[in-house]
């Protein structure tokens, strides 16, 4: 159950202890004594925000520790490749590396999009293999007939840290895998200050 709490502040972001509580079936004070075990281990903190009325509301949030038990595929191995294929071949070699990532990682995807005529289909395959790859991702529609595509885990954020160029890959692979129909846009970026990655999708 505990583990299960790191879960939901990584997929919903700050919660207070009754928020948590209702989510997770508890007591207000049962999650309140899962959330201050987690902050003597410094895994959360917490932030007293104001209210408009009444006293101020504490909500709990991960630490960066925290986000550090969700994995990041072997990110010590990744950085010291990264900078060898840097030594030895340049800038150049790591956009080469990039390019043949982005090209295996567009067949993969548009194998299973392409199974799907809708939209809501091929984003929900999208996800699937997303979140199998350790993004957690999911998708919600929204009222204007647009999606919008959450990845609550950035399983490689250690190589997004030192090239950014990943990141730009992974956005033109989600619009090949989509199509010329589609129209895909980051709106919250988990490298630029984001608590994860966002994209607004809607049919052009």
């Known amino acids: ?6 879960f939901l502040l990584k997929t919903r972001g700050p919660l207070t202890a009754q928020q948590a509580a209702a989510l997770m079936g508890l007591t207000s004070m049962g999650a ?4 201050e075990t987690w902050h003597e281990a410094g895994l959360v903190e ?14 709990w949030q ?8 969700f994995p990041d595929r072997h990110s010590e191995l990744t950085l010291q490749l990264l900078q060898h294929v840097r030594q030895l071949f340049g800038e150049k070699g790591v956009d ?5 990532r982005e090209a295996e990682s567009l067949q993969q995807y548009k194998k299973q999009t392409e199974k799907f005529k809708s939209l809501n289909g091929k984003l929900k395959a999208l996800a699937d ?8 991702a999911e998708v919600e529609k929204h009222e204007d007939g647009g999606y919008i595509l959450i990845e609550n885990h950035c399983p490689i954020c250690a190589a997004a840290s030192s090239c950014q160029n990943f990141c730009r890959s992974e956005l033109q692979v989600f619009q090949d895998a989509l199509g010329e129909g589609v129209q895909v846009q980051r709106t919250e970026h988990l490298m630029q200050q984001g608590r994860r990655c966002v ?6």
Not at 1 to 6: A, I
Not at 129 to 136: A, D, F, K, V
């Open 62 to 69: 991960l630490s960066a520790a925290g986000h550090g038990r």
């Open 129 to 136: 293999i997303r979140s199998l790859e350790g993004y957690m």
């Open 96 to 100: 080469q590396l990039i390019t043949a």
């Open 199 to 204: 994209y607004w999708i809607r049919p052009r």
């Open 32 to 35: 309140r004594k899962h959330l």
């Open 46 to 59: 917490y932030v007293d925000q104001a209210e408009k009325q009444g006293r101020p509301s504490r909500y």
């Open 1 to 6: 159950m505990k583990e299960q709490l790191l």
